[in-house]
């Protein structure tokens, strides 16, 4: 590659012929640093819906699994951000197999459709067409122009393969197999005029997955993959172009040889430091919550990561890099409704946040979620939850965390738990990063306008 621009020769203004090779060398692994950036989010996506037959062994056209219990069945999974305390239902639908599918829909869940892009398709549940009382929905396949029956919310996606999850709480579902009962029994997918039948329903709890996508030159494979079977019109001809100048062309094998693998490689670790960057050092003033502290938004620029009707390139990557689900559910301000997220990397002096360290977060009286709140620790390197030993990296309401007297509440982190805070600790990792998302179930007044605000992580002596 071009170490030194000045080694580029041009006599007579013409490349010469070392200099071409180099220019196109780099030419070919920025394309390919891009293609990951670009495609990051599909690839994501692939990753969760390869997940549900390779690891858990349900079927895409209507296999269900279930982590039927909300905090320490999810301990031992690799997952963008997986929260502690939902019950996840998910569904992996092909409709190439499956055509037009009927999804049924319980009450009182959070729940979304996205495609094999991980883009917005449908809300379900208390933020869809339901309102959360529960329904049958109807998705319909790319190029569908068959007749579409009257009783159901309709959908069309651009892709065959589709994620259709539901979240829960097991005040609703129960935990274990009365989890596993309820959504066997409420929550379903199946083909239009074929009548009710589940392929099977399987605890994903306690076993071992990954859903994330690879960081090798795998990531290429698994995209020439998904361009062989998804229909053309599923990409864009920017999309398309990009990718035929890597060798990635729809009913034509891959085969880079030997001079674009290695570039292929190179670009796949060019591309995930720059997402790291993005993600953990991001540039845009936005990111920034508060001026006076470290706390960061997922979402820039809403669900679609548009300003101006310009295209965040970066937003896109800071969300996907680090977590998974897109509705605009999750970006939506309203009082006492949904969910709200702040995220750090850092402590109070901008240093990041280290395994190996002790560290505090105070948050004030008065923390303004109507649900409930939770503070959960996750793994710099795979943005997973932080597998530490304990049941679940994370302490929210329901745990009834020790209050301060003030009615604050003070969070530990740290190899070792201070004398007497055992229940307010979560434990950490040396030689491991680690961040923070704060959740806040049914955020209250005072969070939007900022009257109430937690205070950055700092670095204790104790433990």
Same mark, same amino acid.
């Given at each position: 590659?071009?170490?030194?621009?000045?080694?580029?020769?041009?006599?007579?203004?013409?490349?010469?012929?070392?200099?071409?090779?180099?220019?196109?060398?780099?030419?070919?692994?920025?394309?390919?640093?891009?293609?990951?950036?670009?495609?990051?989010?599909?690839?994501?996506?692939?990753?969760?819906?390869?997940?549900?037959?390779?690891?858990?062994?349900?079927?895409?056209?209507?296999?269900?699994?279930?982590?039927?219990?909300?905090? #320490?069945?999810?301990?031992?999974?690799?997952?963008?951000?997986?929260?502690?305390?939902?019950?996840?239902?998910?569904?992996?639908?092909? /409709?190439?197999?499956? +055509?037009?599918?009927?999804?049924?829909?319980?009450?009182?869940?959070?729940?979304?459709?996205?495609?094999?892009?991980?883009?917005?398709?449908?809300?379900?549940?208390?933020?869809?067409?339901?309102?959360?009382?529960?329904?049958?929905? /109807?998705?319909?396949?790319? +190029?569908?122009?068959?007749?579409?029956?009257?009783?159901?919310?309709?959908?069309?996606?651009?892709?065959?393969?589709?994620?259709?999850?539901?979240?829960?709480?097991?005040?609703?579902?129960?935990? +274990?197999?009365?989890?596993?009962?309820?959504? @066997?029994?409420?929550?379903?997918?199946?083909?239009?005029? &074929?009548?009710?039948?589940?392929?099977?329903?399987?605890?994903?709890? =306690?076993?071992?997955?990954?859903?994330?996508?690879?960081?090798?030159?795998?990531?290429?494979?698994?995209?020439?993959?998904?361009?062989?079977? &998804?229909?053309?019109?599923?990409? %864009?001809?920017? &999309?398309?172009?990009?990718?035929?100048?890597?060798?990635?062309?729809?009913?034509?094998?891959?085969?880079?040889? #030997? @001079?674009?693998?290695?570039? /292929?490689?190179?670009?796949?670790?060019?591309?995930?430091?720059?997402?790291?960057?993005?993600?953990?050092?991001?540039?845009?003033?936005?990111?920034?919550?508060?001026?006076?502290?470290?706390?960061?938004?997922?979402?820039?620029?809403?669900?679609?990561?548009?300003?101006?009707?310009?295209?965040?390139?970066?937003?896109? %990557?800071? =969300?996907?890099? %680090?977590?998974?689900?897109?509705?605009?559910?999750?970006?939506?301000?309203?009082?006492?409704?949904?969910?709200?997220?702040?995220? %750090?990397?850092?402590?109070?002096?901008?240093?990041?946040?280290?395994?190996?360290?002790?560290?505090?977060?105070? /948050?004030?009286?008065?923390?303004?979620?109507?649900?409930?709140?939770?503070?959960?620790?996750?793994?710099?390197?795979?943005?997973?939850?932080?597998?530490?030993?304990?049941?679940?990296?994370?302490?929210?309401?329901?745990?009834?965390?020790?209050?301060?007297?003030?009615?604050?509440?003070?969070?530990? =982190?740290?190899?070792?738990?201070? &004398?007497?805070?055992?229940?307010?600790?979560?434990?950490?990792?040396?030689?491991?990063?680690?961040?923070?998302?704060? @959740?806040?179930?049914?955020?209250?007044?005072?969070?939007?306008?900022?009257?109430?605000?937690?205070?950055?992580?700092?670095?204790?002596?104790?433990?």
């Amino acid at each position: 590659m071009i170490a030194n621009l000045d080694e580029l020769k041009f006599p007579g203004g013409y490349p010469a012929e070392e200099t071409i090779q180099k220019l196109y060398d780099q030419l070919d692994m920025q394309r390919a640093a891009q293609a990951y950036l670009d495609f990051l989010p599909a690839m994501s996506m692939q990753a969760v819906l390869d997940a549900h037959p390779r690891d858990f062994g349900v079927s895409e056209t209507g296999g269900m699994l279930v982590y039927v219990e909300p905090g #320490e069945g999810k301990s031992i999974a690799i997952g963008l951000t997986y929260n502690t305390e939902s019950i996840y239902a998910s569904l992996a639908v092909d /409709l190439k197999q499956m +055509g037009p599918a009927i999804i049924e829909v319980p009450p009182m869940v959070l729940g979304v459709i996205n495609d094999g892009f991980m883009r917005y398709v449908a809300d379900l549940g208390n933020a869809g067409p339901d309102r959360g009382q529960g329904g049958q929905y /109807l998705l319909l396949p790319p +190029g569908y122009d068959g007749d579409v029956p009257d009783g159901y919310f309709v959908f069309r996606s651009s892709t065959w393969r589709n994620w259709v999850m539901v979240r829960g709480l097991e005040q609703i579902s129960g935990r +274990g197999e009365a989890a596993l009962a309820y959504y @066997r029994e409420h929550f379903k997918v199946y083909p239009l005029g &074929e009548g009710v039948h589940q392929p099977g329903v399987v605890s994903a709890s =306690f076993k071992e997955s990954d859903t994330t996508h690879p960081r090798d030159s795998r990531y290429f494979e698994r995209l020439n993959a998904m361009v062989q079977y &998804e229909p053309l019109s599923a990409f %864009t001809a920017e &999309e398309l172009g990009l990718l035929r100048a890597l060798g990635i062309v729809k009913g034509t094998a891959f085969q880079p040889d #030997e @001079r674009m693998r290695r570039i /292929l490689a190179e670009g796949v670790k060019l591309g995930d430091g720059m997402a790291k960057a993005i993600a953990y050092a991001n540039r845009d003033p936005q990111a920034r919550v508060y001026t006076d502290r470290h706390w960061e938004r997922f979402f820039i620029g809403g669900y679609k990561f548009e300003r101006d009707a310009a295209r965040l390139l970066d937003a896109r %990557t800071l =969300f996907h890099y %680090t977590a998974i689900v897109v509705t605009p559910a999750m970006e939506v301000q309203r009082v006492g409704v949904g969910s709200q997220y702040l995220g %750090t990397y850092r402590d109070d002096s901008g240093a990041y946040l280290d395994g190996g360290q002790a560290y505090r977060l105070r /948050l004030p009286a008065g923390i303004p979620a109507r649900d409930f709140w939770s503070v959960t620790a996750y793994d710099a390197e795979t943005r997973s939850l932080l597998q530490n030993g304990q049941p679940k990296p994370s302490i929210s309401t329901f745990d009834q965390p020790e209050v301060n007297a003030d009615g604050s509440v003070d969070i530990y =982190f740290g190899p070792y738990a201070p &004398e007497g805070k055992e229940k307010n600790w979560i434990k950490t990792l040396p030689q491991h990063g680690w961040f923070n998302i704060i @959740r806040f179930y049914g955020p209250l007044e005072p969070f939007f306008d900022q009257t109430w605000k937690p205070d950055d992580i700092v670095k204790t002596h104790e433990g």
